[in-house]
Nanobody
Framework: QVQLVESGGGLVQAGGSLRLSCAAS????????MAWLRQAPGKEREFVAA????????YYTDSVRGRFTVSRDNAKNTVYLQMNSLKPEDTAVYYC??????????????????WGQGTQVTVSS
């Protein structure tokens, strides 16, 4: 079992920044990847960014590349999502997710085994 707890969401004006954190506990040594996904009202959940903790390899969806940065602190079992130059279309509930069974395609929403409860990010125009 892996438990994930997100924090850091909130309300910010367009152009501003937020940093989300995801603290993992439990079988953290078995995680092949950790990711951030988001779901806006009336839309399907979508991939945002991912990192493979062992190698530090990162992946981003095109709409956030260059604005968002995913990183990890292995000693703290924590993954971060630094979000800069936020846009109103970034408004969503952001979820942290963990993969304990290896899958090559990190962009698949159904490819994650554990999920956090989500944190709301609202970007005002």
């Amino acid at each position: 079992q892996v438990q994930l707890v997100e924090s850091g969401g909130g309300l910010v004006q367009a152009g501003g920044s937020l940093r989300l954190s995801c603290a993992a506990s439990g079988r953290t040594g078995s995680m092949y990847a950790m990711a951030w996904l988001r779901q806006a009202p009336g839309k399907e959940r979508e991939f945002v960014a991912a990192i493979r903790p062992g190698f530090g390899t990162t992946y981003y969806t095109d709409s956030v590349r260059g604005r968002f940065t995913v990183s990890r602190d292995n000693a703290k079992n924590t993954v971060y999502l630094q979000m800069n130059s936020l846009k109103p279309e970034d408004t969503a509930v952001y979820y942290c997710a963990a993969q304990i069974a290896y899958r090559s395609d990190l962009r698949r929403v159904d490819g994650y085994d554990y999920w956090g409860q989500g944190t709301q990010v609202t970007v005002s125009s």
